[in-house]
């Protein structure tokens, strides 16, 4: 019989598999240790083994993850694919990839998830529960737990299981089989009792004192018994006991027993908080090999129950309640000067090696190796003081800040923000200002790239560049000292200020002073000689992209051509002869795509983005660059009349950044702005009034008065012309002409302050303010005139041509607009 595979579960198995083929989601709960993981481990491999129909299990040990993000990444490692970069659509992928297995029945296995179901997180792992159930059909969901929660909503589709303690009976029964040459005389009904029918308590006990070789325990049957007198198992109910009398306590006692010498590496390895292999292992506890420290550290501790394997990732974890254990009993040994040194050290390491390959054609395997290592890393930057005097450790962290600053915005989001922020001050303490600039380099990129508040973020970059220019001038405050590793030619750090400070002020929309930054940068990556260096390579695109809002086409193009030409000869390998298995090659194209758009070919510019998209889900982009696709293919597929498609297209944006609700606040704005454009080009134009709003709520916190704000005036002046509403389009026109200055100083060529004088002038008309009309007129020529002259140095031919188009149609327009205008005379209004 099927139950038989487990000792005294033949009630749960039945009632289980009496459920099974009705019920979606199964909460499978009781007491820490009674035996729930194994039992479900037990009954899906008869499942398995059946053949009943293809069964996929998915087990995530959710105690040793970091909330949903945690789980997320942990079921994108299960199903080996690579989580991307973004996590705000890691929900849909996930739905998306188990979905699309639907000859499959997947079992996906919450395992010790009573941590998540206690806290803050429990909602949101609930509507992720809920998420999967909802639109996977071909999935179940299994949660151990010692919490039952109730999952709203879908509730006919759930089972609870209470899985109790073993019977006496059953329990000895278990112990026989784990000791079946154990003699243990009278002792046997005091073991059982005080084993309280928990599955594991019973199975080290029988390891102790079935063990051979060097590791065997020297405990007798009788001595056994003793120990276990000492402390009470813990009961049915966690709250009638103290903390002595809970199983914990047990483990503990287990925990002292063992060698000094075993004791000190389990705490020394206790200090990760993550799964760690066998090379993690021998560099925590320093053991000349991986071998010797499997043979000497892990073998006798998974043996004695200590620590236990993944079958999939082939990592090592400490079982969960010892982690408990080790904090309390050997905190002295865990949380010493030694092991956090090599903590630190190890995952250093790590992660700026990552860093190194996110550059090159190992993005994809970077990007597994950090999701292995996510929860480690996180523990690096968030919970070790940065507050050392020891000089080694300060450049360990300048060591991370500087050259793993890519993974830390990539993928690690908040958990940056208090690293900069600590190191600052450290680095102002010990009065290394070329140490604090570089740091503060990095912190402005985070406040750039991730939060998208561009105002801090220049704060920052202008903070640095002051130090390095007066560096550059005065070379003697070099004596106050710098980390090693930032002792480069000062032109490679004012080259990285530079190309910063410009993709900075582009994206609040000041192109000029971008321009002016962008080739200071580039100057400098020339002068040393780079090529296929990451930073000349960011330049190449964001003087593209600057020179794309200029209308400088020609121009524009060239760069995006000669990084993408760059970019593709760094990636190309054998398996990639084209060079294109990278998200940076998406970004090229995504940046063609813009320059196509501007030159109104629509065919070429809705190619590009979708090739764009393309290549950066292939290669898991960061989330922020795919959803920046979606949106610019969204936009393009409204461009062609496709409205409909395009406002899909943005949920799925939508859906990405609101995982994220704190970061790429920039990006977030971008796609109100772009659904409002979508439902203007549909004449709805009270939706997009909400939209456009939605956006300037948003864009105000980053630069209330830059261009991007003043696209959305011109965008809601529009709006509220549809609904021939003159005076809430006069409101918004003037907000335009308020910021004209500034507008045309930062994007000179731009010609929507001209359109605004077009537009104002059929809103005065409309209330029969004719003088207006005529002062309208009158700058809206001046306009088209400095415009003629911004396109004739650019060489700009078609929009030249464009100009002189509108010059000789705008007085028609006046004409019409105002009555009794005497045709026969020049027109010119003062």
């Given at each position: 019989?099927?139950?038989?595979?487990?000792?005294?579960?033949?009630?749960?198995?039945?009632?289980?598999?009496?459920?099974?083929?009705?019920?979606?989601?199964?909460?499978?709960?009781?007491?820490?240790?009674?035996?729930?993981?194994?039992?479900?481990?037990?009954?899906?491999?008869?499942?398995?083994?059946?053949?009943?129909?293809?069964?996929?299990?998915?087990?995530?040990?959710?105690?040793?993850?970091?909330?949903?993000?945690?789980?997320?990444?942990?079921?994108?490692?299960?199903?080996?694919?690579?989580?991307?970069?973004?996590?705000?659509?890691?929900?849909?992928?996930?739905?998306?990839?188990?979905?699309?297995?639907?000859?499959?029945?997947?079992?996906?296995?919450?395992?010790?998830?009573?941590?998540?179901?206690?806290?803050?997180?429990?909602?949101?792992?609930?509507?992720?529960?809920?998420?999967?159930?909802?639109?996977?059909?071909?999935?179940?969901?299994?949660?151990?737990?010692?919490?039952?929660?109730?999952?709203?909503?879908?509730?006919?589709?759930?089972?609870?299981?209470?899985?109790?303690?073993?019977?006496?009976?059953?329990?000895?029964?278990?112990?026989?089989?784990?000791?079946?040459?154990?003699?243990?005389?009278?002792?046997?009904?005091?073991?059982?009792?005080?084993?309280?029918?928990?599955?594991?308590?019973?199975?080290?006990?029988?390891?102790?004192?079935?063990?051979?070789?060097?590791?065997?325990?020297?405990?007798?049957?009788?001595?056994?018994?003793?120990?276990?007198?000492?402390?009470?198992?813990?009961?049915?109910?966690?709250?009638?006991?103290?903390?002595?009398?809970?199983?914990?306590?047990?483990?503990?006692?287990?925990?002292?027993?063992?060698?000094?010498?075993?004791?000190?590496?389990?705490?020394?390895?206790?200090?990760?908080?993550?799964?760690?292999?066998?090379?993690?292992?021998?560099?925590?506890?320093?053991?000349?090999?991986?071998?010797?420290?499997?043979?000497?550290?892990?073998?006798?501790?998974?043996?004695?129950?200590?620590?236990?394997?993944?079958?999939?990732?082939?990592?090592?974890?400490?079982?969960?309640?010892?982690?408990?254990?080790?904090?309390?009993l050997l905190e002295t040994v865990k949380n010493s000067p030694e092991a956090k040194e090599r903590f630190c050290f190890l995952f250093a390491r790590l992660m700026t090696k990552i860093g190194s390959m996110l550059t090159t054609s190992e993005y994809a395997d970077a990007l597994c190796q950090y999701n292995q290592e996510q929860q480690n890393f996180q523990k690096l930057l968030t919970n070790v003081e940065l507050v050392y005097s020891n000089e080694d450790m300060y450049c360990l962290y300048m060591e991370i800040a500087v050259n793993a600053s890519n993974v830390i915005q990539q993928f690690m989001g908040a958990d940056g923000f208090q690293f900069y922020q600590e190191l600052t001050v450290l680095s102002s303490k010990l009065n290394r200002k070329l140490d604090e600039a570089c740091v503060q380099l990095c912190y402005g990129g985070a406040l750039t790239n991730v939060k998208g508040i561009s105002k801090e973020g220049e704060a920052k970059y202008r903070l640095a560049i002051q130090y390095l220019e007066n560096y550059r001038d005065d070379p003697s405050l070099s004596l106050s000292g710098c980390y090693h590793g930032l002792r480069k030619d000062i032109r490679y750090h004012l080259a990285t200020s530079y190309q910063r400070m410009g993709w900075n002020l582009f994206i609040q929309g000041r192109t000029s002073e971008a321009i002016v930054y962008l080739e200071k940068a580039f100057e400098f990556e020339n002068e040393l000689k780079m090529y296929t260096d990451e930073l000349i390579l960011s330049t190449l695109m964001s003087l593209g992209i600057t020179h794309n809002l200029s209308e400088n086409m020609s121009v524009a193009l060239r760069?995006?051509?000669?990084?993408?030409?760059?970019?593709?000869?760094?990636?190309?390998?054998?398996?990639?002869?084209?060079?294109?298995?990278?998200?940076?090659?998406?970004?090229?194209?995504?940046?063609?795509?813009?320059?196509?758009?501007?030159?109104?070919?629509?065919?070429?510019?809705?190619?590009?983005?979708?090739?764009?998209?393309?290549?950066?889900?292939?290669?898991?982009?960061?989330?922020?660059?795919?959803?920046?696709?979606?949106?610019?293919?969204?936009?393009?597929?409204?461009?062609?009349?496709?409205?409909?498609?395009?406002?899909?297209?943005?949920?799925?944006?939508?859906?990405?950044?609101?995982?994220?609700?704190?970061?790429?606040?920039?990006?977030?704005?971008?796609?109100?702005?772009?659904?409002?454009?979508?439902?203007?080009?549909?004449?709805?134009?009270?939706?997009?009034?909400?939209?456009?709003?939605?956006?300037?709520?948003?864009?105000?916190?980053?630069?209330?008065?830059?261009?991007?704000?003043?696209?959305?005036?011109?965008?809601?002046?529009?709006?509220?012309?549809?609904?021939?509403?003159?005076?809430?389009?006069?409101?918004?026109?003037?907000?335009?002409?308020?910021?004209?200055?500034?507008?045309?100083?930062?994007?000179?060529?731009?010609?929507?302050?001209?359109?605004?004088?077009?537009?104002?002038?059929?809103?005065?008309?409309?209330?029969?303010?004719?003088?207006?009309?005529?002062?309208?007129?009158?700058?809206?020529?001046?306009?088209?005139?400095?415009?003629?002259?911004?396109?004739?140095?650019?060489?700009?031919?078609?929009?030249?041509?464009?100009?002189?188009?509108?010059?000789?149609?705008?007085?028609?327009?006046?004409?019409?607009?105002?009555?009794?205008?005497?045709?026969?005379?020049?027109?010119?209004?003062?």
């Open positions: 019989m099927a139950a038989e595979r487990l000792i005294g579960r033949y009630r749960e198995w039945t009632f289980l598999s009496r459920n099974w083929n009705n019920k979606r989601l199964f909460q499978v709960h009781g007491i820490r240790s009674v035996g729930k993981s194994r039992f479900v481990e037990e009954f899906l491999k008869f499942k398995e083994d059946s053949k009943e129909c293809y069964v996929k299990v998915v087990p995530i040990k959710v105690r040793t993850v970091s909330g949903v993000r945690g789980i997320c990444l942990s079921l994108f490692s299960a199903l080996n694919l690579s989580a991307p970069e973004d996590d705000t659509i890691w929900t849909e992928t996930i739905c998306s990839t188990l979905a699309g297995r639907g000859d499959t029945d997947i079992i996906i296995v919450f395992d010790d998830a009573e941590n998540i179901l206690e806290r803050e997180s429990a909602e949101e792992f609930k509507q992720f529960c809920k998420h999967l159930i909802e639109n996977c059909r071909n999935v179940k969901i299994i949660i151990t737990s010692t919490t039952e929660v109730v999952f709203e909503d879908i509730e006919e589709q759930c089972m609870d299981l209470l899985i109790p303690p073993l019977s006496p009976t059953d329990s000895e029964a278990l112990l026989r089989r784990y000791a079946p040459s154990v003699d243990f005389g009278p002792h046997l009904k005091t073991i059982i009792e005080l084993c309280e029918g928990l599955p594991l308590a019973i199975a080290m006990v029988a390891s102790e004192l079935t063990g051979t070789g060097s590791d065997a325990s020297s405990l007798t049957v009788a001595e056994m018994s003793l120990a276990l007198q000492n402390c009470r198992l813990e009961a049915l109910s966690q709250f009638m006991y103290t903390r002595n009398e809970r199983l914990d306590a047990i483990y503990g006692t287990f925990l002292e027993r063992l060698p000094e010498s075993m004791r000190h590496k389990l705490a020394m390895i206790g200090y990760i908080p993550g799964t760690f292999t066998p090379s993690h292992v021998r560099e925590m506890i320093d053991d000349p090999t991986v071998e010797e420290a499997m043979e000497t550290t892990i073998t006798p501790l998974i043996r004695r129950h200590f620590l236990k394997q993944d079958d999939i990732t082939q990592r090592y974890d400490i079982q969960g309640i010892l982690r408990n254990c080790i904090d309390d760069y995006h051509e000669e990084a993408l030409r760059r970019r593709k000869q760094l990636y190309k390998t054998p398996e990639d002869p084209e060079g294109e298995r990278h998200p940076a090659i998406g970004s090229c194209y995504n940046n063609m795509g813009l320059t196509y758009r501007k030159m109104e070919r629509k065919d070429e510019t809705l190619y590009y983005f979708k090739k764009s998209l393309e290549v950066k889900q292939k290669t898991k982009a960061p989330q922020k660059s795919v959803a920046i696709s979606i949106i610019n293919v969204a936009s393009a597929l409204s461009e062609t009349g496709k409205h409909n498609e395009g406002m899909l297209m943005l949920r799925d944006a939508t859906a990405i950044l609101n995982k994220t609700p704190n970061i790429y606040q920039d990006t977030k704005a971008l796609v109100y702005a772009t659904e409002g454009q979508i439902m203007l080009r549909k004449k709805c134009y009270k939706e997009s009034i909400k939209l456009f709003k939605k956006s300037l709520s948003i864009r105000k916190h980053s630069g209330p008065n830059n261009f991007w704000s003043g696209e959305t005036y011109n965008d809601l002046a529009k709006a509220y012309i549809g609904l021939n509403d003159s005076r809430q389009a006069l409101y918004w026109l003037n907000k335009v002409f308020s910021l004209q200055e500034e507008l045309k100083s930062d994007a000179p060529t731009n010609s929507f302050v001209y359109d605004c004088y077009v537009r104002v002038m059929g809103v005065l008309a409309d209330i029969g303010n004719y003088d207006e009309v005529g002062y309208a007129f009158n700058i809206a020529l001046q306009e088209l005139q400095r415009l003629r002259v911004e396109f004739t140095a650019l060489g700009n031919a078609t929009k030249i041509a464009w100009v002189d188009s509108e010059s000789s149609s705008l007085p028609g327009v006046f004409t019409r607009l105002v009555p009794c205008t005497d045709q026969s005379q020049p027109l010119c209004v003062q």
